[in-house]
C-alpha cells in the first residue's frame, strides 16, 4: 500500500451545518497559496500532476472484475478522482475506502446527483423532485434546504462533489437530454432556483457545479449520441444562455461544467466542441465572465466530443482549453502521456498546469480530504433514507403542484357523490388511486393500458360517464418523463370524450405533455410534472382540500398554459 501523504484523523464524514458554514469562500480559497497544497503539489512527479486532472468511471453495479480493474487504473495511474455511477451504497462505500487506500492524494468523489443520491441510486436512496417540478415552488427556502440535505448525504456516503445545479433554460420543448432536468424556460426563475440549490450545497460542505456552460436548453440533440449546433448570435446568448452562469458565477459558484456544443458564434473552427474550445474555456468563461473555481468537461467519453476528435485528441485540447477537471476520459493513461507530451512540445504551458493542479489540490483540502477518514458503512443506508429527509421530499412536492384553468372541479368535490376513477397509462392503481378510493364512498375504478380497441373504449365510456364526478389520472410510467406521450391515438381520443365539464384531470406527465394529450376542456388540471409516489400523494392532498396548491408552471406549454400560470 502506498504510504499517505495526509493525516488519516480528523474530520468526520457528515460535518454538522455550523461547521460547514464557517468554510472559506471555496473560489477564493482555491487562488490562495496553501502550505498543504504545495507540500502535496511538490511530492508529485509531473505524470502524478496531471493525473489530478483526471476522473475515472465507478461503478458497483458492473461485477466484481469491473471494481477490480479500475481500482488497477487508480492505483497505476494515481489519478484525481472518481466519477460514480451506479451500484448500492454501502458497496459504493466499501469500494470507496478501498480506491483511498492506493492514492498517495485523495481522491475528489463526484457524481451527478440532480435529484440526489437517488439519480444513480434509485432503488436504495432518495430522489428528490426533478429540477422542472422544483421549477413550479415559489419558496426557494425549500430548495436550499434540499441543498443541504443532499450535501449531507454525499458527505456521509463519501463523496465530495456533485455535477448540479442544472442552469440550462429549457426553452426548446423538444429537448431531448435536458428537458424536465431544468428549471424552466424563465432565466430569472432558473437563476434564483439554481442559487437556492448550490447555495445549500455549498453550506452544507460539498463543491456544486453549474451545467451545462454555455447552455444546453435550446437543442433538439443529445450530445451522447451527437454533436449539437447552436446557430444563435453571441447576443443571443448573452441574454438568455449565458445570463444564468454570469449571474452565479457573481454569487460565487464553485465550479462549471462545460458542454459538447458546436457554436460557431463563439467558436468558428469547424466541428469544434465548446468544451474543448479555448475560446469558450478561456477566453469567454475565465476571462470575460470572470470564473475563477473550477473547470470541468462533461463526459469525454460521449460521441459529442469524440466524434470528431479522436484517440486522444480530446483530452489534450480540454487541458489546452483551459479545464480544471477532464471526466471520465475514453483512456486515461493514453490522455495522461498526450499531456505530459504536449507540456514538453510547449503547446500546453507548465505554468498553466501546474496552476490547475494545486486548485484540484485545494478543493480537495476545502472539502476535507487532507484529513480524510473512512466511510463508516454501519447502518449507513438508514442514515440515507431518514425521516427527516423522506418529509423534505414531500414538502416539495406539496409547494409543486400547480393547479391550472380552474378549481372549480376541486371546491366543489364531493367525497359522497358517485365518482368514477379512471386511470390512463397503468396497469394497475397507484398511489394516486388507492389514496382516493379509500377516500370515497361511492366510486368505481377504471384502468386504461392503452392497449384497448376502440370498440372496448366506447363501452367503458359510457359506463363512466354514468358517474356525477369523473378523476382522470394520465401517468407516464417511463423512467424518465419525455414531452410526449406514448399514448396511441384510439387512447387518446377516448381521452378527448372523457374530458369535459364533470371531469378533474390529474397529470402525472411531464408538463409538456399537456399539449400533447387532449386534456383542455376538463374542469380542473392538476399538474403533478411526474409519475413518483411523493407526486402522486401531493396531487391528491390537492384533490381532497387538505392543501391549496401554490406552484406555478415552470415552462410554457401553449397559448392557454404559460410559464407562470396557476390558481
Known sequence: MIKKLFVLFGLCAAIGSAQAQK?????????????WVDSVFNSLTPKERIAQ??????????????????????????????????????RHAEMFNRYQKLTKVPLLITFDGEWGLGMRLPDSTISFPYQMTLGAIQNDKLIYEMGRQVAKDFLRIGMQFNFAPVVDINNNPKNPVINFRSFGDNK????????????????????????????????????????????????RLDTLEIFPFRELIKAGAPAIMVAHMNIPA???????????????VTDLLRKELGFRGL????????????????????????????????????????????????????????????????????????????????????NLVNDLNSPSAQS??????DAAVTVLKSDKGIKSFNKNTQTAIVSVGIKEPQDFEKGLAVQLNNKKEYVITGQETEEQLKDLLKDIRKNRQIILAIHDNRSRPRSESDLNAVTKDFIDKLAGRRTVTAMFTNPYAI?????????????GYQNDAFMQKAVLKVLLGQIKSQGKLSVTINKDFKTGSGL
Do not use: C
Open 53 to 90: 486532472l483526471f476522473l475515472v468511471r465507478a461503478h458497483t453495479n458492473l461485477g466484481q472484475k469491473y471494481i477490480d480493474s479500475v481500482a488497477q487504473v487508480v492505483q497505476k495511474e494515481q489519478l484525481g478522482g472518481l466519477v460514480v455511477f451506479q451500484g448500492g451504497p454501502v
Open 188 to 235: 430569472q426563475n432558473v437563476t434564483r432556483k439554481a442559487k437556492a440549490y448550490m447555495d445549500g450545497m455549498v453550506d452544507g460542505g460539498i463543491i456544486a457545479s453549474l451545467k451545462h456552460f454555455p447552455g444546453h436548453g435550446d437543442t433538439d440533440v443529445d450530445s451522447h449520441y451527437d454533436l449539437p449546433q447552436l446557430t444563435f448570435s453571441k447576443g
Open 392 to 397: 423534505l421530499v414531500q414538502r416539495l412536492a
Open 266 to 280: 463563439l467558436d468558428a473552427t469547424p466541428n469544434i466542441p465548446s468544451s474543448i474550445s479555448r475560446k469558450v
Open 295 to 378: 473547470t470541468v468537461t462533461d463526459a469525454m467519453d460521449m460521441k459529442g466530443v469524440k466524434k470528431h476528435f479522436p484517440n486522444g485528441e480530446a483530452d489534450v485540447m480540454a487541458i489546452e482549453a483551459g479545464h480544471d477537471l477532464l471526466e471520465v476520459s475514453e483512456n486515461s493513461a493514453r490522455a495522461i502521456d498526450l499531456v505530459e507530451k504536449a507540456v514538453k512540445s510547449g503547446r500546453i504551458k507548465q505554468a498553466e498546469l501546474d496552476e490547475r493542479v494545486k486548485r484540484v489540490l485545494a478543493s480537495k483540502y476545502w472539502v476535507g480530504l487532507n484529513k480524510y477518514r473512512p466511510v463508516n458503512v454501519a
Open 23 to 35: 468554510r472559506p469562500d471555496f473560489v477564493n480559497f482555491i487562488n490562495t497559496k496553501n502550505t
Open 515 to 527: 399539449d400533447n394529450l387532449p386534456v383542455g376542456r376538463s374542469n380542473s388540471i392538476i399538474v
